[in-house]
T-cell receptor
Framework: SQQGEEDPQALSIQEGENATMNCSYKTSINNLQWYRQNSGRGLVHLILIRSNEREKHSGRLRVTLDTSKKSSSLLITASRAADTASYFCATDASGGSNYKLTFGKGTLLTVNP | KAGVTQTPRYLIKTRGQQVTLSCSPISGHRSVSWYQQTPGQGLQFLFEYFSETQRNKGNFPGRFSGRQFSNSRSEMNVSTLELGDSALYLC?????????FGPGTRLTVT
């Protein structure tokens, strides 16, 4: 079953704008990760945030985690056409394996030039 | 450092046949996981191997099996293929908390 649920399912913005995607999950987690996938290819790891962290930055990416609400958000600033892709959050359950990830259905981001 | 590699990249099989997919992890990674991605069900965990032992298994029928070799390379096998097995099969290797995915094998069952 899908634990993570991203919203929106699709997002279309102009180059230079910021894009925010949200993810909700159902059970306690160890970590939450965000991945990018271009056109049905492999997943590219973007960022990992641990359950005891609230915010993390990596380049143009900012991730927040609210464990009380079981939700996370991914912000991409100053978006580029090359950011066009599907974005997935993935969680590993508390007490479980780090390597058994549960994915959401993803947000399809389109950045128009 | 070379990434995760998967072979073959594309495969077409007939219903009832079996198929074997291969995954070579990043050097030094001992954990290999497999995922199935379909438009309807999204990304679903199949199984994870660590040091040649299956450590976790997802909710898939016994037709789906896998193994890991002493060099950490992994194979997954699907027997008696069904049309619904058409999917992108992704392999990931990990060390620590992060997993790194290969490009996937796209399997089409006709």
């Amino acid at each position: 079953s899908q634990q993570g649920e991203e919203d929106p399912q699709a997002l279309s913005i102009q180059e230079g704008e910021n894009a925010t995607m949200n993810c909700s999950y159902k059970t306690s987690i160890n970590n939450l990760q965000w991945y990018r996938q271009n056109s049905g290819r492999g997943l590219v790891h973007l960022i990992l945030i641990r359950s005891n962290e609230r915010e993390k930055h990596s380049g143009r990416l900012r991730v927040t985690l609210d464990t009380s609400k079981k939700s996370s958000s991914l912000l991409i600033t100053a978006s580029r056409a090359a950011d066009t892709a599907s974005y997935f959050c993935a969680t590993d359950a508390s007490g479980g394996s780090n390597y058994k990830l549960t994915f959401g259905k993803g947000t399809l981001l389109t950045v128009n030039p | 450092k070379a990434g995760v590699t998967q072979t073959p990249r594309y495969l077409i099989k007939t219903r009832g046949q079996q198929v074997t997919l291969s995954c070579s992890p990043i050097s030094g990674h001992r954990s290999v996981s497999w995922y199935q991605q379909t438009p309807g069900q999204g990304l679903q965990f199949l199984f994870e191997y660590f040091s040649e032992t299956q450590r976790n298994k997802g909710n898939f029928p016994g037709r789906f099996s896998g193994r890991q070799f002493s060099n950490s390379r992994s194979e997954m096998n699907v027997s008696t293929l069904e049309l619904g097995d058409s999917a992108l099969y992704l392999c990931a290797s990990g060390r620590g908390y992060e997993q790194y995915f290969g490009p996937g094998t796209r399997l089409t069952v006709t």
